[in-house]
């Protein structure tokens, strides 16, 4: 609440509740990486992995449920990153990278 106040923002942010904005993620936990928990807040930052997300929420809407992508079309992305890949990776600029003396 305190953070949500300090940038202006504790009308509409800063608790859990009916019409505020919020982003949440649900974490789990149940994996042996994450045993015993003891702290809960230690256990998210030092035992948790990207992988134990299983939801994402950013203002309202269900980004990610059960690992599954909900707003992302993954083989369109895939598909155009395979596309432009070779245009962000390519270092010559019109030139041989390395020049030889012949």
């Not at 149940?30 to 992995?49: E, F, I, K, M, Y």
């Not at 600029?93 to 390395?98: K, N, S």
């Amino acid at each position: 609440m305190q953070s949500a106040e300090a940038v202006g923002l504790g009308d509409s942010a800063g608790r859990i509740a009916p019409g505020r904005r919020a982003d949440l993620i649900l974490v789990d936990l149940t994996g042996p990486h994450t045993q015993p928990v003891h702290d809960l807040a230690a256990t998210l930052v030092h035992s948790a992995r990207s992988a134990d997300v299983r939801t994402t929420i950013v203002d309202r809407r269900v980004l990610m449920r059960d690992r599954e992508l909900l707003t992302v079309d993954l083989p369109e992305t895939v598909r155009e990153l395979a596309e432009r890949l070779p245009a962000l990776t390519h270092r010559g600029h019109g030139r041989r990278i390395q020049e030889y003396d012949t």
